[in-house]
């Protein structure tokens, strides 16, 4: 490419001149190409260490004038092609011109001009493209796609010089981070080492640093350890990785691939070797963590941050921290963690008459944030609310139970007793309201409340009945998405009714266990809203749809909550504060789990041991966790720590869970078997009370486990809450979030490999291939739907993809990716005829005909080529070459094909609809079974389905249909392209010939015999009678004559187009057998038949070894007497000929070499090892000496 020209002093200095003239010089790089010695692995190392451009590009044009020691670069390349096309034009375009020049001066300034010119040109073509990476960064992309082989679609994000520990040696090179993959080359000396690694494939991810390894990243793969070290920036290098590890589970967990973010604000100037998908992923970093920080909407992207002091009129400081800066909102941070935090949302607001201050224009809110101390539930209010409960004046839709959507249920179905009759409980209960009311007061109340320690101190105290569902509200930013979404409820609730769905189905069987010993949920109006919220969400939100234990916790949130209120409090749960805990695998419940484990490990060493022996934490924390404790302990109890939950976070949960089995760690201790201890954790949870509460105790399920002699403890919540805050406050929310990465990787690759073994066992045990090959098998087949993803193409696959499906059925690949893996894997290599076999194999293995097959129907196809005896692999072979494995554009003649077998043959009707499925009412039933999973997968189906499939396997040679001549002449080619490359290629030449004008000859037998007895109706004879019989016989001439030496159309091998070429149809015939061509009827005589069967063979086709591409596309091989086909624009067709598959398995049995070639075993696992270095699948390390070549 052109190069901006830079001046070089020293032109000779590790470059060889090859081409100069009196301006020009053409260099190459030393140690590039043949040869070098030492000097190029002295250079190739230096380029790698010091990331020099001639890696990528190896030659150079510069520009120089006789009398001036500096040299200018006007060009380079990285082949000698493109460098040469740069050199030629120079000659062709400058010399003559500036020959003219007297002044070198002017040479140098009109050669600087001319390329700046030149670059102006193509440049001014991109420039619409927007964003551009700096020009460092877009060579470094270009080094990768070189050194790696990645495609176009693979981008690079950073790279790093760092070195890699290949054993007790570092080698010294760059890191390449892309989105899909880790790269690594280094090149020192001629030592090679070149490292690839699929995201999607680490297991383990940590920044550590050992006596050996000093300060280095440890990468973790099923299959090997990998670790590098002495990074200039080792926290942003492991910060990288850690996001792109993120990206790629989240892909494997919900197939969503990277977006690359086009709403990012661009750059005026770009920043210096930092690429655009580097600033994307920090400035997703620092999204996340914003919106975590202050629990606001998903959608909520950070402007801008910027260090401030806040002004706090409660205690008369300046508290320094952070002002976050985002479209809807203003928020503040303190430095210190509890000192203070603020959100003020910019939306545009009516003036709010409050005494605490004015709420104006969206100016005034951020000008004096401090005045404002109660507008947010009041500025929507129609009417004015009692302080109490400023939430209720939300208006929503109307149903018949109106009650529910003004009014948390508890309301409804709590006797209103004054606070005077309940004596002290009254009493604290008024307090802690008159409490928050002082609290309010002085902090503000609403979204802008101040957020302070004392703010938690009153939270762990607990929260006041009448104040729990505002304050819940107002903690986990549910409140800020209700009012930025007014009326999106209603319309979900209205969208959602009568729509049936398996999530709706699920509904319906849970909805009479949530909480049933509340009489709010013992009869129909509790029962009823809690259906419209659930069913709105698994509208809202298909992929989580509803899980187990949604029901506990949205019944819970409307006691407190109207159905508007719950239904948000509901989004925030799922998908901001519990992340992927109520998908259809419960991830998020399954990595905080292991995140507990760890926790044990680190606080109670001495529990966690025995805990792991006795499997009680599995157990235990699912249900503590995805109930947050509702389902466990008693109602009263287990909704102060809900309060705590939803002021802290999932740290709260943690530190509870720490605390429970701290409590009880002498008894666990002393527990032989996991019943035992549950029995001692459920006992202990059930005796968790909540003296202050105010609500007449609810019977708790888990009575029936306080059974015993001695009577239970009864242990006071709020003592509890104090003793996990005591003993465990260390943790933080940024310490769980990093713990959390960790425990994804581990959860999500276990779920795979699960997923893994599933699919294995799925595949029937007569398939041939080993469990270890499955396996291996599976990966190859999954790292291909994968890319589908990755790169782009075949956007359907990844579209369909449904992690609610049965594993058998997530991966599923299209027809070109399945072309791909047949390629590389399949022992019948047919050269360029290989790619037609694959389309035919699918078409074969497609049975739905969705155009997707899945791993079973894979394994299928290549079960029948690796395994089974010669007539099992023939067989298959036979079935490419019938309808539907080929398709109407391959054939010739598909017309006469189709009526072939419609006309010809009733008994033979069926067999070919038993060959795709078996029988047309299963067809039926699975299209239905399609259809039906569209919308709720059921999976006795699939269990039927496959049952019926091995059913239909059984089927002897004689169901196989028979073969018409255009469909044989297919075979013919097929199996000339397979032997092209076999090392006994001539003998199987010549054994094919024979056999081939054998079967030629059997076929021309039958007809003859089936002639007598079924006639076609569309018979050539009624198209002859008009033109008598010159026709067939200049046909006959002109099947003489052998094929024109320059004819495209002899030589071709490979696809057949319908119709394309049906005039250049040459036929070749035996010698003599013309005679009766006019008769398509006639019947031969036992003599004519026995001279028919012992003429020799070789006398249909040339004599010897017939070569592949002796058989064209167009050629039709006709033995003995030909009938006289239907006229096709001057070819002909024989639409009579046919042959069975017995006949064709006895020809080939006759020829040894043909047997031994289909019963030579093939190891398929070389052909898997090979297919993963293609895919990247893992990781693949080269040492290897590479004298003279630099990389």
């Given at each position: 490419?052109w190069?901006?020209?830079?001046?070089v002093?020293?032109?000779?200095?590790?470059?060889?001149?090859?081409r100069?003239?009196?301006?020009?010089?053409?260099?190459?790089?030393r140690?590039?190409?043949?040869?070098?010695?030492?000097?190029?692995?002295?250079?190739?190392?230096?380029?790698?260490?010091?990331?020099?451009?001639?890696?990528?590009?190896?030659?150079?044009?510069?520009?120089?004038?006789?009398?001036?020691?500096?040299?200018?670069?006007?060009?380079?390349?990285?082949?000698?092609?493109?460098?040469?096309?740069?050199?030629?034009?120079?000659?062709?375009?400058?010399?003559?011109?500036?020959?003219?020049?007297?002044?070198?001066?002017?040479?140098?300034?009109?050669?600087?001009?001319?390329?700046?010119?030149i670059?102006?040109?193509?440049?001014?073509?991109?420039q619409?493209?927007?964003?551009?990476?700096?020009?460092?960064?877009?060579?470094?992309?270009l080094?990768?796609?070189?050194?790696?082989?990645?495609?176009?679609?693979?981008?690079?994000?950073?790279?790093?010089?760092?070195s890699?520990?290949?054993?007790?040696v570092?080698?010294?090179?760059?890191?390449?981070?892309?989105?899909?993959?880790?790269?690594?080359?280094?090149?020192?000396?001629?030592?090679?080492?070149?490292?690839?690694?699929?995201?999607?494939?680490?297991?383990?991810?940590?920044?550590?640093?050992?006596?050996?390894?000093?300060?280095?990243?440890?990468?973790?793969?099923?299959?090997?350890?990998?670790f590098?070290?002495?990074?200039?920036?080792?926290?942003?290098?492991?910060?990288?990785m850690?996001?792109?590890?993120?990206?790629a589970?989240?892909?494997?967990?919900?197939?969503?691939?990277?977006?690359?973010?086009?709403?990012?604000?661009?750059?005026?100037?770009?920043?210096?070797?930092i690429?655009?998908l580097?600033?994307?992923?920090?400035?997703?970093?620092?999204?996340?963590?914003?919106?975590?920080?202050?629990?606001?909407?998903?959608?909520?992207?950070?402007?801008?941050?910027?260090?401030?002091?806040?002004?706090t009129?409660?205690?008369?400081?300046?508290?320094?921290?952070?002002?976050?800066?985002?479209?809807?909102?203003?928020?503040?941070?303190?430095?210190?963690?509890?000192?203070?935090?603020?959100?003020?949302?910019?939306?545009?607001k009516?003036?709010?008459?409050?005494?605490?201050?004015?709420?104006?224009?969206?100016?005034?809110?951020?000008?004096?944030?401090?005045?404002?101390?109660?507008?947010?539930?009041?500025?929507?209010?129609?009417?004015?609310?009692?302080?109490?409960?400023?939430?209720?004046?939300?208006?929503?839709?109307?149903?018949?139970?109106?009650?529910?959507?003004?009014?948390?249920?508890?309301?409804?179905?709590?006797?209103?007793?004054?606070?005077?009759?309940?004596?002290?409980?009254?009493?604290?209960?008024?307090?802690?309201?008159?409490?928050?009311?002082?609290?309010?007061?002085?902090?503000?109340?609403?979204?802008?409340?101040?957020r302070?320690?004392?703010t938690?101190?009153?939270?762990?105290?607990?929260?006041?009945?009448?104040?729990?569902?505002?304050?819940?509200?107002?903690?986990?930013?549910?409140?800020?998405?209700?009012?930025?979404?007014?009326?999106?409820?209603?319309?979900?609730?209205?969208k959602?009714?009568?729509?049936?769905?398996?999530?709706?189905?699920?509904?319906?069987?849970?909805?009479?266990?949530?909480?049933?010993?509340?009489?709010?949920f013992q009869?129909?109006?509790?029962?009823?809203?809690?259906r419209?919220?659930?069913?709105?969400?698994?509208?809202?939100?298909?992929?989580i749809g509803?899980?187990?234990?949604?029901?506990?916790?949205?019944?819970?949130?409307?006691?407190?909550?109207?159905?508007?209120?719950?239904?948000?409090?509901?989004?925030?749960?799922?998908?901001?504060?519990l992340?992927?805990?109520?998908?259809?695998?419960?991830?998020?419940?399954?990595?905080?789990?292991?995140?507990?484990?760890?926790?044990?490990?680190?606080?109670?060493?001495?529990?966690?041991?025995?805990?792991?022996?006795?499997?009680?934490?599995?157990?235990?924390?699912?249900?503590?966790?995805?109930?947050?404790?509702?389902?466990?302990?008693?109602?009263?109890s287990?909704?102060?720590?809900?309060?705590?939950?939803?002021?802290?976070?999932?740290?709260?949960?943690?530190?509870?869970?720490?605390?429970?089995?701290?409590?009880?760690?002498?008894?666990?201790?002393?527990?032989?078997?996991?019943?035992?201890?549950?029995?001692?954790?459920?006992?202990?949870?059930?005796?968790?009370?909540?003296?202050?509460?105010?609500?007449?105790?609810?019977?708790?399920?888990?009575?029936?486990?306080?059974?015993?002699?001695?009577?239970?403890?009864?242990?006071?919540?709020?003592?509890?809450?104090?003793?996990?805050?005591?003993?465990?406050?260390?943790?933080r929310?940024?310490?769980?979030?990093?713990?959390?990465?960790?425990?994804?990787?581990?959860?999500?690759?276990?779920?795979?490999?699960?997923?893994?073994?599933?699919?294995?066992?799925?595949?029937p045990?007569?398939?041939?291939?080993?469990?270890?090959?499955?396996?291996?098998?599976?990966?190859?087949?999954?790292?291909?739907?994968?890319?589908?993803?990755?790169?782009?193409?075949?956007?359907?696959?990844?579209?369909?993809?449904?992690p609610?499906?049965?594993?058998?059925?997530?991966?599923?690949?299209?027809?070109?990716?399945?072309?791909?893996?047949?390629?590389?894997?399949?022992?019948?290599?047919?050269?360029?005829?290989?790619?037609?076999?694959?389309?035919?194999?699918?078409?074969?293995?497609d049975?739905?005909?969705?155009?997707?097959?899945?791993?079973?129907?894979?394994?299928?196809?290549?079960?029948?080529?690796y395994?089974g005896?010669?007539?099992?692999?023939?067989?298959?072979?036979?079935?490419?070459?019938?309808?539907?494995?080929?398709?109407?554009?391959?054939?010739?003649s598909?017309?006469?094909?189709?009526?072939?077998?419609?006309e010809?043959?009733?008994?033979?009707?069926?067999?070919?609809?038993?060959?795709?499925?078996?029988?047309?009412?299963?067809?039926?039933?699975?299209?239905?079974?399609?259809?039906?999973?569209?919308?709720?997968?059921?999976?006795?189906?699939?269990?039927?389905?496959?049952?019926?499939?091995?059913?239909?396997q059984?089927e002897?040679?004689?169901?196989?249909?028979?073969?018409?001549?255009?469909?044989?002449?297919?075979?013919c080619?097929?199996?000339?392209?397979?032997?092209s490359?076999?090392?006994m290629?001539?003998?199987?030449?010549?054994?094919?010939?024979?056999?081939?004008?054998?079967l030629?000859?059997?076929?021309?037998?039958?007809?003859?015999?089936?002639?007598?007895?079924?006639?076609?109706?569309?018979?050539?004879?009624?198209?002859?009678?008009?033109?008598?019989?010159?026709?067939?016989?200049?046909?006959?001439?002109?099947?003489?004559?052998?094929?024109?030496?320059?004819?495209?159309?002899?030589?071709?091998?490979?696809?057949?187009?319908?119709?394309?070429?049906?005039?250049?149809?040459?036929?070749?015939?035996?010698?003599?057998?013309?005679?009766?061509?006019?008769?398509p009827?006639?019947?031969?005589s036992?003599?004519?038949?026995?001279?028919?069967?012992s003429?020799?063979s070789y006398?249909?086709?040339?004599?010897?070894?017939?070569?592949?591409?002796?058989?064209?596309?167009?050629?039709?091989?006709?033995?003995?007497?030909?009938?006289?086909?239907?006229?096709?624009?001057?070819?002909?067709?024989?639409?009579?000929?046919?042959?069975?598959?017995?006949?064709?398995?006895?020809?080939?049995?006759?020829?040894?070499?043909l047997?031994?070639?289909?019963?030579?075993?093939?190891?398929?696992?070389?052909?898997?090892?090979?297919?993963?270095?293609?895919?990247?699948?893992?990781?693949?390390?080269?040492?290897?000496?590479?004298?003279?070549?630099?990389?």
């Amino acid at each position: 490419m052109w190069l901006s020209p830079e001046e070089v002093l020293v032109a000779n200095a590790l470059w060889v001149t090859e081409r100069a003239n009196p301006f020009f010089v053409l260099q190459r790089r030393r140690g590039h190409g043949k040869g070098g010695g030492l000097t190029g692995l002295l250079v190739g190392t230096l380029d790698v260490v010091l990331d020099s451009s001639a890696r990528v590009a190896p030659y150079r044009i510069l520009h120089q004038t006789q009398d001036s020691q500096i040299y200018w670069t006007v060009a380079s390349g990285s082949s000698r092609k493109e460098i040469t096309k740069h050199w030629e034009w120079l000659e062709n375009n400058l010399l003559q011109t500036l020959s003219i020049f007297d002044s070198e001066e002017d040479i140098t300034t009109f050669v600087k001009g001319k390329i700046h010119g030149i670059i102006a040109e193509e440049n001014k073509n991109l420039q619409p493209q927007g964003d551009e990476d700096p020009g460092k960064f877009k060579e470094a992309e270009l080094k990768m796609r070189k050194q790696f082989g990645m495609p176009e679609g693979e981008k690079l994000v950073n790279y790093y010089s760092c070195s890699y520990w290949k054993g007790r040696v570092p080698r010294q090179g760059w890191l390449y981070l892309t989105v899909n993959h880790l790269c690594f080359y280094s090149f020192l000396l001629g030592k090679e080492v070149n490292l690839v690694v699929q995201w999607v494939d680490i297991t383990h991810l940590e920044k550590n640093a050992t006596l050996l390894f000093p300060e280095s990243i440890h990468v973790e793969t099923r299959d090997q350890e990998l670790f590098f070290s002495m990074f200039l920036n080792i926290g942003e290098t492991f910060k990288l990785m850690e996001q792109l590890a993120n990206l790629a589970m989240r892909q494997l967990l919900d197939s969503e691939g990277f977006l690359e973010d086009k709403a990012l604000p661009r750059p005026i100037r770009p920043h210096r070797n930092i690429s655009a998908l580097k600033r994307d992923l920090d400035a997703r970093a620092k999204n996340e963590c914003y919106r975590a920080t202050f629990r606001l909407p998903r959608d909520e992207r950070l402007d801008g941050h910027t260090s401030c002091t806040l002004w706090t009129p409660f205690n008369k400081l300046h508290i320094p921290g952070q002002m976050f800066i985002s479209n809807n909102y203003i928020c503040f941070a303190s430095k210190e963690e509890d000192a203070c935090h603020l959100i003020i949302p910019l939306r545009e607001k009516t003036p709010s008459k409050q005494p605490g201050g004015i709420v104006g224009s969206r100016k005034a809110s951020v000008v004096d944030p401090s005045t404002e101390s109660s507008p947010a539930p009041q500025e929507v209010s129609e009417q004015p609310a009692s302080p109490a409960s400023p939430l209720n004046s939300h208006q929503s839709f109307c149903v018949q139970e109106v009650p529910t959507a003004s009014q948390g249920l508890l309301k409804l179905f709590q006797k209103n007793s004054p606070m005077e009759d309940l004596g002290a409980k009254g009493a604290k209960e008024k307090m802690k309201e008159e409490s928050w009311h002082i609290h309010f007061f002085e902090y503000g109340r609403g979204v802008c409340m101040y957020r302070t320690a004392k703010t938690r101190a009153l939270v762990l105290k607990g929260i006041p009945e009448s104040l729990r569902g505002e304050l819940w509200l107002l903690f986990s930013g549910a409140w800020n998405e209700m009012e930025t979404h007014p009326g999106y409820y209603t319309e979900l609730v209205e969208k959602s009714t009568g729509k049936y769905s398996l999530a709706t189905e699920e509904i319906e069987r849970d909805l009479h266990r949530s909480m049933p010993e509340h009489p709010a949920f013992q009869n129909e109006l509790g029962i009823a809203a809690l259906r419209r919220v659930l069913t709105a969400y698994a509208f809202r939100n298909p992929t989580i749809g509803y899980c187990q234990a949604m029901n506990i916790v949205t019944s819970v949130l409307l006691l407190y909550g109207s159905e508007e209120e719950a239904f948000w409090l509901l989004v925030a749960l799922c998908e901001r504060m519990l992340p992927d805990y109520y998908n259809t695998r419960v991830v998020g419940a399954l990595v905080d789990q292991g995140i507990f484990e760890e926790l044990t490990r680190d606080f109670l060493p001495q529990l966690s041991e025995k805990m792991q022996d006795l499997g009680v934490i599995s157990s235990i924390s699912l249900s503590w966790f995805l109930t947050l404790f509702l389902s466990v302990m008693p109602f009263e109890s287990a909704v102060v720590i809900v309060d705590c939950f939803f002021y802290e976070g999932i740290k709260v949960i943690l530190q509870v869970a720490l605390a429970i089995l701290d409590a009880n760690m002498e008894q666990l201790l002393g527990c032989s078997d996991e019943g035992e201890a549950m029995t001692v954790l459920g006992r202990y949870l059930d005796n968790v009370v909540n003296k202050q509460s105010v609500s007449p105790p609810i019977p708790h399920l888990h009575a029936l486990l306080t059974s015993g002699d001695d009577p239970p403890v009864e242990v006071d919540i709020f003592e509890l809450l104090k003793v996990s805050y005591e003993k465990f406050s260390s943790l933080r929310a940024e310490d769980i979030e990093q713990m959390r990465f960790k425990q994804r990787l581990k959860v999500i690759q276990s779920l795979e490999d699960t997923a893994k073994r599933s699919v294995v066992r799925a595949i029937p045990v007569d398939i041939g291939f080993s469990i270890e090959e499955l396996e291996d098998l599976y990966m190859v087949f999954k790292a291909k739907h994968l890319a589908s993803q990755y790169w782009g193409y075949s956007r359907m696959v990844a579209s369909r993809r449904d992690p609610s499906l049965p594993y058998l059925e997530q991966y599923r690949i299209d027809a070109s990716q399945f072309q791909e893996l047949f390629a590389s894997l399949t022992p019948w290599a047919c050269g360029s005829h290989t790619p037609v076999l694959a389309g035919r194999m699918f078409r074969l293995l497609d049975k739905n005909k969705d155009l997707l097959i899945n791993f079973k129907e894979f394994v299928m196809g290549m079960s029948g080529m690796y395994h089974g005896d010669l007539t099992e692999k023939l067989k298959v072979l036979y079935k490419l070459h019938l309808p539907p494995a080929l398709s109407p554009e391959e054939a010739e003649s598909a017309l006469e094909a189709a009526h072939y077998f419609t006309e010809n043959s009733s008994s033979e009707e069926a067999v070919p609809q038993e060959e795709q499925e078996g029988s047309g009412s299963e067809d039926v039933q699975e299209k239905r079974g399609e259809e039906k999973g569209t919308s709720s997968p059921d999976y006795r189906h699939y269990l039927r389905m496959w049952a019926k499939e091995k059913e239909v396997q059984k089927e002897t040679i004689k169901d196989l249909p028979k073969m018409n001549q255009e469909q044989f002449i297919e075979l013919c080619k097929t199996l000339y392209n397979m032997f092209s490359e076999d090392p006994m290629e001539q003998d199987l030449y010549h054994a094919i010939a024979t056999v081939a004008s054998l079967l030629l000859r059997i076929g021309e037998v039958g007809k003859k015999f089936s002639a007598r007895t079924v006639r076609k109706p569309r018979d050539c004879a009624t198209e002859e009678d008009e033109p008598p019989a010159p026709e067939p016989h200049q046909d006959t001439a002109r099947e003489h004559q052998p094929p024109a030496a320059g004819d495209p159309q002899a030589k071709a091998g490979g696809h057949m187009h319908l119709g394309k070429v049906p005039h250049e149809s040459q036929v070749v015939v035996e010698a003599g057998s013309g005679e009766g061509e006019g008769s398509p009827s006639q019947p031969l005589s036992d003599d004519e038949t026995k001279d028919d069967m012992s003429m020799s063979s070789y006398s249909v086709v040339s004599t010897g070894s017939l070569q592949c591409e002796d058989l064209a596309d167009d050629t039709v091989l006709v033995g003995g007497e030909a009938c006289s086909p239907t006229v096709r624009t001057g070819g002909t067709v024989d639409t009579d000929w046919c042959i069975s598959f017995e006949q064709i398995l006895a020809s080939i049995l006759t020829e040894s070499v043909l047997v031994n070639f289909f019963e030579k075993r093939v190891d398929i696992a070389l052909k898997i090892k090979d297919q993963k270095k293609v895919e990247r699948q893992f990781s693949t390390a080269s040492d290897h000496e590479q004298p003279g070549v630099s990389g």
